[in-house]
C-alpha cells in the first residue's frame, strides 16, 4: 500500500509533456497581453526572474516611444521536448504577425510583419513552480520587417545574453 502510495504521488508531481506545451502557450498568451497593455507584470506568473528581466526590458523599450507591439500567433508546432536533469526544453516552429500601434490610438505605426521562428524554450522550477526560464532562437528568424523602432537594422531585441552573464549596462563602455 505505500509503494502504491508512493508512486501515485510521484506520478501526478511529475511535469509531463502536455504540461510543457501548455506552460509555452501559457507564456505566449501572457506575453502578448503584456505587450498589448505595456505591462509587463502580466507574464509574472508564468516567467522566471532573469525572462522576468527581459520582458520588462522589451515592452519598456515600446512604452518609452509610446508604442506596443500587437502580436498574434499564427501557428505554433512542437518538434520535440527534452529534459535534463530538472530542466524540460521545448522546442518549436512558430508563425507571429506583428505591427507596432501608437499606445494612445491604437493606430498603427511602420510596417507590420509576419515571421517564421525556430525557438527554445527553457522550463524550471528556480522558485518551485514551472516557469519559462528563457527563450532563444534555435535557428536565425525569418522576419518580414527589418526595421524595427528603437532597434538598429540588423540587431535583434531578443538575442541571448552574451556568455558570462548578463549584457553591460546600457551607457558604459563596451555596450554593443
Known sequence: MIL?????????ARFSDADAVKLVRDYNNRVIEAHRRGDATLADAVV??????????????????????????????VLAIDRHGGEVVVHTEERWHYRDVKADTGQQVGRDSTDHYFIDYSLG??????????????????????DVLGVPHGESMMRPDPP?????????????
Open 164 to 176: 558570462g552573464g548578463s549584457p553591460p549596462e546600457p551607457g558604459r563602455e563596451g555596450t554593443r
Open 125 to 146: 522550477r528556480p522558485e518551485g513552480r514551472w516557469v519559462v526560464n528563457g527563450i532563444v532562437f534555435a535557428r536565425p528568424p525569418v522576419v518580414g520587417r527589418t
Open 48 to 77: 522566471g526572474p532573469a525572462e522576468g528581466k527581459k520582458l520588462t526590458g522589451l515592452i519598456g523599450v515600446k512604452t518609452d516611444q509610446g508604442v506596443r507591439l500587437d502580436a498574434r500567433l499564427l501557428e505554433l508546432r
Open 4 to 12: 502504491w502510495t508512493a508512486a501515485l504521488a510521484g506520478g501526478c
